[in-house]
């Protein structure tokens, strides 16, 4: 059977012994879990999370290093570079824009907020705002309200400090509030420049993307400058990417089995309660995606030249890793195997535009960081903890804010809910009314980052194609 067929297979096999083990032990009930199953969770996790992903995060770092620097100094010209590297800019910052569109249109179009769930769950806001009222003015003896009828600053600054305690769940919210009251130019300096300029030992251990990145393309740029002397430099990280191929080549053939553990896992500790009061949030996300990848296919095929079919035969492993591991730096060594081996895109062009692609550009968690904020201001907008409602104001915030906290997101899982604070903070909605959606963000996780690998490789396709003629490959053609 060929890989992507055991692939999904995996991927059905995990779905049917994950709700096998939830029908047996809900994760909600009272009692404890029988021996068996705590001990089946555990294997799933270990195969999965602990063994497969833990191994494909280990090569992400040489990985990018090698591939760059390999893409740079194969080359046939440096200008190459400056040519390649605008078009794959200019195409990500028109797909992240398009994305953040179309998701804000499904959010006001939709209104997953207004439903008869979205509503009750205001209702519910608004009665425990009269209880926490109560309670502040009877242990402080401080009025909520000055007298013109105004929420007093000290009453709300009071809220956020008892709901971010109430709230409290441990690691996300924790990395949400780190993120709370930080400015543009504070993320700039501190998240963009001092990462880029970071030691590259440093950033290799710490798996800082932007760090990698830049510190390979100053390499190959100067290794092409410096010429014959550079020779086993350029050979050497050559050689190491080719190596590291190799291993991504095993790691693919143990993914069936891995996928399986990781879905069996997911399902069995997810139950469909979730999904009551907030399957119209998901439906309006998910509807916006799919809207979006018919937006990239129709891109991939006019200008990238490959249509549907031929994209899906020559992607669907790294989507469907995507998919479940939701991380895109996990999957990004099977993105590049796909992309170069089955859609004859160059590796001078695939080495550097899909590493990049993966740290910065990320389709699916653009349009879902809109989506979400918007879904919350339309359910608590205008208490007395969130005053303001949506208007043409807030939305063009959370359109721009949406791009660049997709841009900062980090290629792995969840990362899109700890970015998620910027927009909630730009428009002033407190972060603690986020954790509202925790409990669909895996799954919602699954959809964007297998869009956001889905626009990386397109982004690929596309500049390829651009590029074809100067990089004296053959141009790929449409089936
Ligand atoms: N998990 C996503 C990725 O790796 C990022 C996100 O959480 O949206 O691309």
């Known amino acids: 059977m060929k890989l992507h067929n055991l692939i999904f297979v995996g991927m059905i ?59 740079v ?15 794959t800019i200019v195409y990500y910052a028109l797909t992240t824009t398009i994305a953040v569109s179309i998701g804000l249109a499904a959010v006001l179009m939709i209104q997953p907020g207004k439903s008869t769930a979205g509503q009750a769950e205001r209702e519910k806001r ?71 300029l970071m030691n590259p030992f440093a950033s290799l251990a710490e798996m800082n993307a932007l760090g990698i990145i830049f510190f390979a393309l100053l390499l190959g740029i100067a290794c092409s400058f410096v010429g014959p002397p ?73 200008i ?31 993105t590049i195997e796909n992309v170069t081996e089955n859609l004859d895109v160059s590796p001078k062009v695939a080495n550097f535009t899909l590493p990049l692609g993966a740290t910065m550009n990320m389709d699916g968690t653009a349009l879902y960081e809109g989506v979400a904020v918007i879904f919350l201001i339309q359910i608590y907008g205008g208490l007395e903890d969130v005053p303001f409602v949506l208007d043409a104001g807030t939305t063009l915030v959370i359109f721009v804010t949406a791009v660049l906290a997709s841009v900062g997101a980090a290629a792995v899982p969840n990362a899109g809910l700890v970015t998620m604070v910027l927009v909630a903070g730009a428009v002033g909605l407190p972060i603690y009314y986020i954790p509202f959606i925790f409990a669909v963000d895996a799954f919602l996780d699954m959809f964007r980052t297998s869009t956001n690998v889905l626009g990386d490789s397109v982004g690929a396709i596309v500049v390829n194609r651009l590029e074809a ?8 053609q449409p089936d």
């Open 73 to 87: 100094t194969t080359l046939p010209d440096l200008r190459e570079l400056g040519a390649i590297g605008w078009k």
């Open 304 to 334: 990238g030249g490959v249509g549907p079919l031929q994209l899906w035969n020559g992607l669907r492993e790294a989507w469907m890793i995507a998919f479940t591991t939701r991380s895109s730096s996990a999957t990004l060594p099977v």
């Open 126 to 196: 608004v009665a425990a705002l009269q209880e926490l009222r109560d309670s502040y003015q009877r242990d402080t003896g401080q009025q909520a309200v000055d007298a013109d009828g105004r929420v007093r600053p000290e009453y709300r600054a009071w809220i956020a400090e008892t709901e971010s305690g109430r709230v409290g769940d441990g690691g996300k919210f924790a990395m949400m509030q780190q993120n709370q009251g930080r400015t543009a130019g504070d993320i700039f300096r501190d998240d963009i420049l001092k990462k880029m």
């Open 230 to 302: 550079a020779e086993h430099v350029v050979a050497f990280f050559q050689g190491l990417n080719e190596v590291i191929m190799q291993i991504t080549h095993w790691l693919m053939a143990v993914s069936p089995v891995a996928i399986a553990c990781i879905v069996a896992e997911l399902v069995a500790t997810t139950g469909p309660e979730v999904f009551e009061s907030l399957g119209w949030y998901c439906l309006t996300v998910i509807g916006g995606i799919l809207v979006h990848v018919l937006v990239l296919l129709a891109i991939c095929k006019l």
């Open 469 to 476: 003629g100067r990089l004296g490959e053959p141009q790929t």
């Open 13 to 71: 096999a995990g779905f049917l012994v994950g709700y096998g083990l939830y029908a047996a032990h809900s994760p909600t009930a009272a009692t404890a879990a029988p021996w068996w199953h705590a001990t089946s969770i555990w294997t799933l996790n270990l195969l999965g999370q602990t063994l497969f992903l833990s191994a494909l995060k280990m090569i992400i770092a040489p990985l990018i290093f090698a591939s760059i620097v390999a893409g």
